[in-house]
């Protein structure tokens, strides 16, 4: 056995294998799945395949081979419990694949795999067995072919082909569809691996329950097409998938008891020894917070490198919960501090080669897993406390499960994700309502969004459209490939009526003011994609007796496209002459909204760095908007050059190249593709200037023929649209003209009102904000001087209080300061007595008293005089003896309040 194969070489020759034998070699899809909103992430291999194996999609080959990126998260292939807690179970892994599209069948496919199992990788031939379908309810008849074959394998015991039913080898997609046999490889790793030895009557076997039988590889063979619960009819063209677990694989090569334990693991493990400061033994002893640190880490720096930031919602939440749960493990061995870079570096290392997007986004992965561990540590001290504090009273009210919305709340204010909270509550024998923790979440609506994006149509309807097309095809009034679709071409063309709709129902006439959705065998209509929205504009009989007013033009099955719109005149007719017309002003508009956008991209990546990466977009006639990943705030200097740098490419007048080419090409020469875009093999290719390319991106979009036309681009906004993604919001052509014009509006409108010129009108408002300043100042000199002037004319009324001078006054208007400063002028005055000042300044009473020293000697005091003239305004006040100030309430009091203060100095002083 050639055990010192690694985990490299066995991936490189599985490939290598099938590339010999005439298989195309196919890159990994994303994890985000493209064109697929019914699925999370890429779980199978078979998922970019599936649209080929359904007939809507076609390949230039018929032989393919893979290894596809896989998540296993959420949904009925939730592996996350098992996680960290065997040695058999991954988030992330990768699924070895060959592929027949209607070419080779079951012999191939099993004397290959036997071949490459027993052969290539040396695995012993009487440790392997085959299972074959045998249908336990005996509708389906048994794979006596694949039977055959196996038979026929050099070195094959015949007692180890074992026949079972529909749960273990029938392989179906859906309720209905392609379906077929499968026949599984097991391995039989011998009597040590039994884990279930002690339990009574335990016996090992294939298909059992215990470690020992291991299934190595599962060939699938695609033959019907199920069309009821109990109806299958032969498929005409049969295909072959099947997939081959590559963790697993390795473990079995390299024969170790976990698949922790290959080398794809053991750079982790020692990184993480090496961190935590841990001995072998140590780690062997709590293997489990290693296992689930490596596997989260791994799994979210692919994560990262297809474009799956951490977030509160869907794909983006499974990111945050990983790192976070890495997290919390982590901390049982010791490591408090973000460590998950240095081993998202050794997963780069390692897997770099299979797959250059991990290197690429290096600088992305690094940042994003260090920024997530450090907002999870702000919180996770006190989330824990807290939640130990909730599991303690659980347990003491001898209470089973924790309530959902308190697991939310942990959730919302602690950043501890359900899974956490449910780990933690495991490990003390509890557990967490997950429906109520759900429900919560929905409440407060950090799903908002999710789903939303499913279709709008009704399965009914879906079910309508197929059928129109079977008999249109029938009918030869559609080809079997069905309406054709181009947008980029003509924007006016002739046809004909073929389907008359609506709502669902098919229709010979519909009157004018009738809603309906029209088929015609070609159109030049744009549907939404890529951001891109759908066009509008006309469908006119040919004899001009009526006309339709199209809003929306979608797909809703295969094949079919349909125009969405309103009788607007006459009676529209099915078998009508007609043409149709989109409408040319707003397609422009659109075109050119297109065409900036990624201008826009390319210039995002020189000013901010190729990390700055589309997470969305929306090209519509009226604005462009453009949401991309990047960590900060974007400065002014930094909207300008990315401003100014679109505007130059414009003015440039570069021309645009559209060429269809392989995907393998494209992407070989660099090609920005989007995440959860579908590509087919054959994709549309977008070049900004084909001799000196400034952009270049997969990219089904219409647009103009040169920058040039695009006119003038205008930043309107830019802001944050989700955590660490930020959204620009720009315009083109007649909108960015329509803003200049306005803005120039209300530009001649400022200088008329400020008797200058556009070009003078900044100096002018400055100049107007000087004067208004100095008038502010001059106003409150003015004031004081009055208030003083008012002050002295009334020192005349000081009167005597058992020969004390005593002065108590209003003076409306004044402000505190002067207040104080009246004070300071009485006392120059009168080297002893007793001065009170009352004013309301903004229908508020304010006063303030003043003592001399010696007075204050005799028991006058000045903090007391205050206390009790405000309790009389209704507020209250204080000071020191010599001086003290208080507001309140009610203005009509004050003159009861000055008097009050006479009276009991008057009082004071007998
Ligand atoms: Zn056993
Ligand atoms: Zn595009």
Redesign the pocket.
């Known amino acids: 056995m050639t055990t010192k194969m690694t985990g490299a070489e066995i991936r490189q020759s599985f490939l290598d294998y099938f590339k010999e034998r005439g298989h195309t070699v196919v890159a990994s899809s994303s994890l985000v799945p493209g064109g697929d909103q019914t699925l999370l992430f890429t779980n199978a291999g078979m998922v970019q395949f599936k649209d080929v194996f359904l007939g809507i999609d076609k390949r230039d080959y018929t032989r393919a081979v893979d290894s596809q990126k896989c998540m296993r998260v959420a949904g009925k292939h939730n592996d996350l419990d098992d996680v960290g807690r065997d040695d058999t179970h991954h988030t992330f892994f990768e699924m070895l694949g060959n592929w027949s599209f209607g070419d080779y069948y079951k012999k191939e496919a099993i004397e290959w795999a036997w071949e490459l199992l027993t052969d290539v990788w040396g695995l012993d031939r009487s440790r392997l067995y085959a299972t074959v379908f045998k249908d336990d309810k005996g509708d389906i008849p048994t794979d006596d072919e694949a039977a055959e074959v196996w038979k026929a394998q050099k070195g094959m015991d015949s007692s180890h082909i074992l026949y079972f039913g529909r749960k273990e080898n029938f392989w179906e997609m859906a309720d209905t569809g392609p379906c077929g046999p499968c026949s599984e490889i097991h391995m039989d790793r011998g009597?040590n691996?039994?884990?279930?030895?002690h339990v009574p009557g335990?016996?090992?076997?294939v298909n059992?329950?215990?470690?020992?039988f291991l299934e190595v590889w599962n060939l699938v063979f695609i033959q019907y097409n199920r069309v009821s619960a109990d109806r299958f009819e032969p498929l005409p063209a049969k295909h072959v998938d099947t997939g081959m677990g590559f963790d697993r694989i390795v473990s079995i090569i390299q024969d170790v008891n976990s698949n922790y334990r290959t080398d794809l693991f053991i750079p982790m493990m020692d990184k993480l020894r090496e961190l935590s400061g841990k001995t072998s033994e140590e780690m062997d002893e709590n293997f489990t917070p290693y296992r689930v640190v490596a596997d989260h880490t791994r799994a979210a720096t692919f994560l990262i490198a297809d474009g799956v930031v951490p977030g509160n919602v869907g794909r983006n939440y499974v990111c945050r919960m990983i790192i976070r749960r890495a997290a919390r493990f982590a901390t049982t061995i010791g490591l408090n501090e973000p460590f998950m870079a240095q081993i998202a570096n050794v997963v780069i290392d390692q897997y770099g080669k299979a797959y250059p997007e991990l290197v690429k986004n290096r600088k992305s992965i690094l940042d994003n897993l260090t920024r997530e561990e450090k907002r999870f540590q702000r919180t996770v001290e006190s989330g824990m406390a807290h939640l130990g504090d909730l599991l303690d009273e659980l347990t003491k009210s001898g209470g089973k499960s924790l309530n959902g919305a308190k697991a939310f709340e942990l959730y919302a204010t602690y950043g501890l994700p359900l899974e956490i909270t449910r780990d933690v509550a495991r490990e003390v024998n509890l557990d967490v309502d997950e429906i109520g923790f759900k429900a919560s979440m929905e409440e407060h609506k950090l799903q908002s969004g999710a789903g939303k994006a499913f279709g709008t149509m009704g399965g009914d309807q879906v079910e309508v459209y197929r059928n129109a097309f079977k008999k249109l095809v029938e009918s030869k009034q559609l080809t079997p490939s069905g309406v054709q679709y181009d947008p980029y071409s003509r924007l006016e063309l002739d046809s004909t009526v073929i389907g008359l709709f609506s709502e669902g129902e098919e229709l010979e006439e519909a009157a004018q003011g009738t809603d309906v959705e029209v088929i015609v065998p070609q159109t030049g209509f744009y549907i939404e994609s890529g951001g891109q929205v759908s066009d509008t504009g006309t469908i006119t009989a040919r004899n001009g007796s009526w006309e339709i007013q199209v809003n929306d033009v979608q797909r809703p099955a295969a094949g079919i496209i349909i125009h969405i719109g309103s009788v607007t005149r006459g009676n529209a007719r099915l078998n009508d002459q007609v043409k149709l017309r989109v409408d040319r002003e707003r397609r422009m508009d659109i075109m050119r909204n297109h065409t900036a956008t990624h201008l826009l991209h390319a210039q995002l990546h020189k000013v901010l760095g190729e990390h700055a990466r589309q997470s969305g977009s929306l090209v519509a006639p009226d604005r462009l908007r453009f949401d991309f990943t990047h960590p900060d705030a974007i400065t002014q200097e930094q909207l300008d050059a990315i401003e100014s740098g679109v505007n130059q490419e414009i003015l440039a007048s570069h021309p645009l190249a559209i060429m269809e080419k392989s995907l393998q090409t494209a992407m070989a020469e660099g090609a920005m593709a989007l995440f959860g875009e579908k590509y087919g093999e054959k994709v549309r290719t977008v070049t900004i200037d084909q001799e000196h390319p400034i952009s270049y991106e997969l990219c089904g979009g219409t647009h103009v023929e040169n920058t040039g036309d695009i006119g003038t681009f205008i930043i309107l906004n830019e802001g944050s649209a989700a955590a660490g993604i930020r959204r620009i919001e720009a315009v083109t052509g007649r909108g960015a003209y329509e803003v200049i014009r306005s803005r120039n509006r209300v530009l001649r409108r400022a200088a008329r009102l400020t008797n200058s010129s556009i070009e003078e009108i900044v100096a002018k408002i400055s100049s107007i904000q000087d004067e208004v300043e100095s008038l502010r100042v001059q106003l409150a000199r003015s004031r004081q001087e009055w208030v003083k002037a008012e002050f002295e004319e009334k020192l005349k009324d000081v009167t005597l209080v058992s020969g004390i001078p005593v002065l108590s006054v209003v003076l409306k208007g004044a402000d505190i300061d002067s207040m104080r400063q009246m004070t300071d002028i009485f006392r120059q005055k009168h080297s002893s007595g007793v001065v009170a000042i009352g004013s309301v300044v903004n229908d508020k009473p304010m006063l303030i008293v003043a003592v001399t020293e010696d007075l204050v000697k005799r028991g006058l005091n000045a903090g007391e005089f205050v206390r009790q003239a405000a309790a009389i305004v209704g507020g209250s006040g204080g000071g020191r003896p010599v001086l003290a100030q208080a507001g309140g309430k009610d203005p009509a009091k004050l003159p009861e309040a000055m008097a009050s203060i006479i009276e009991l100095i008057r009082q004071k002083l007998n």
């Open positions: 009597e691996y039994c884990d279930r030895k335990h016996v090992c076997r059992g329950d215990c470690a020992r």
